[in-house]
């Protein structure tokens, strides 16, 4: 079987068990746990950022940056098909007592300054006023789509000029900052907060980082533990992390192999194909006749997984547990399903 699923799907190498295994840890809730301080603050220095705090997961991370940026009942700038307002449970509603307001960021997912100002709303008697726009980079929802950090800096600064703090959701980043030629430091230059997931295409098993300055950090860490995110020897799970922080380069490969997965479909009867920026490719089955549900069931007979996205959109994701040769092999796979 050629999962295709998600870069989340990989499993840790032998080296990465190791550290597991050898991890020198503490209690991390007194901040003892001196795997997961390194963690912290090579996280930090990766972001260019003053901390870092290492949370179980990315849902977690974005969650805490809500929570800590803003006042309860205010409203939350979010793009309409952002992974924060779309795949988190509501999580902005009901951890942060937040309302969504959301911005139809195009085809890229990133909303223009004159947007963020349009879905600015000053505080007043009637109006609960706006306390944080949240951004994404890489896009999922839009195809892994790497956007500039020149429009990133541009949403910010729009947000920025009214007051308003940024949160980045930047699980995937890392993919963005190698599609761009740019350090993913880059990125974070101009926004408050950052989250990114080492256990995606970076390879890690379990976690993800949520940066931003000492103020940021040391109140995330508070609301982590209000969630239920405060861990004790977790250098376990944080000496994998730290590997998967040595693997930014190589996401280049899985970019190059998302690459060769959407040419060898392309040509295939019906189906349209985006063509890839990072590690995943967006098909539309529409043409072909089938559904996505339908065209995913004849994948999955010739050994080839992938998600459903949309009614007729399917996503294949990369990842560090797939080659050139699976890469190849799946695409003959995808072409004979339709
Ligand atoms: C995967 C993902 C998350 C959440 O990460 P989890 O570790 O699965 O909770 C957040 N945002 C985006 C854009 C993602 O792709």
Request: aromatic share 4%; glycine share 10%.
């Amino acid at each position: 079987m050629i999962d295709l699923r998600s870069d989340t799907v990989t499993k840790p190498s032998d080296e990465m068990r190791a550290a597991a295994r050898d991890a020198d840890v503490g209690d991390d809730v007194y901040g003892e746990d001196p795997t997961v301080n390194e963690l912290e603050a090579r996280a930090a220095e990766l972001m260019g950022t003053e901390a870092a705090l290492y949370v179980p997961t990315g849902t977690m991370g974005n969650q805490i940056a809500a929570r800590v940026h803003t006042d309860r009942g205010q409203e939350v700038l979010v793009e309409r098909e952002s992974h924060v307002y779309k795949w988190e449970l509501g999580g902005l509603a009901q951890h942060a007592a937040l309302q969504v307001r959301t911005i139809d960021g195009g085809d890229r997912g990133i909303p223009t300054p004159e947007q963020v100002r349009d879905g600015y709303v000053e505080e007043d008697a009637h109006r609960p006023g706006t306390g944080l726009l949240t951004l994404e980079n890489t896009h999922n929802s839009k195809g892994g789509v790497a956007i500039a950090p020149e429009e990133i800096d541009a949403a910010a600064e729009a947000a920025h000029d009214l007051g308003v703090p940024v949160h980045l959701d930047g699980a995937r980043v890392c993919n963005a900052a190698v599609a761009r030629d740019v350090p993913p430091a880059r990125f974070a230059e101009n926004v408050d907060s950052v989250m990114f997931c080492l256990s995606k295409g970076l390879g890690a098993p379990v976690g993800s980082m949520l940066a931003g300055n000492e103020d940021f950090i040391a109140r995330a860490r508070r609301t982590r533990k209000l969630l239920g995110g405060g861990m004790r020897q977790a250098g376990v799970i944080a000496g994998p992390g730290l590997l998967a922080l040595d693997n930014v380069s190589r996401l280049a490969d899985d970019h190059e192999n998302a690459r060769v997965l959407a040419e060898g479909v392309a040509d295939a009867d019906g189906l349209s194909v985006q063509p890839p920026e990072t590690n995943i490719v967006l098909v539309n089955t529409e043409g072909t006749g089938l559904t996505a549900d339908e065209f995913l069931a004849a994948c999955e007979e010739r050994d080839v997984l992938g998600t459903q996205f949309d009614t007729h959109v399917v996503r294949f994701c990369t990842h560090w547990d797939v080659n050139r040769e699976d890469v190849e092999t799946a695409a003959e796979a995808i072409r004979s399903a339709v």
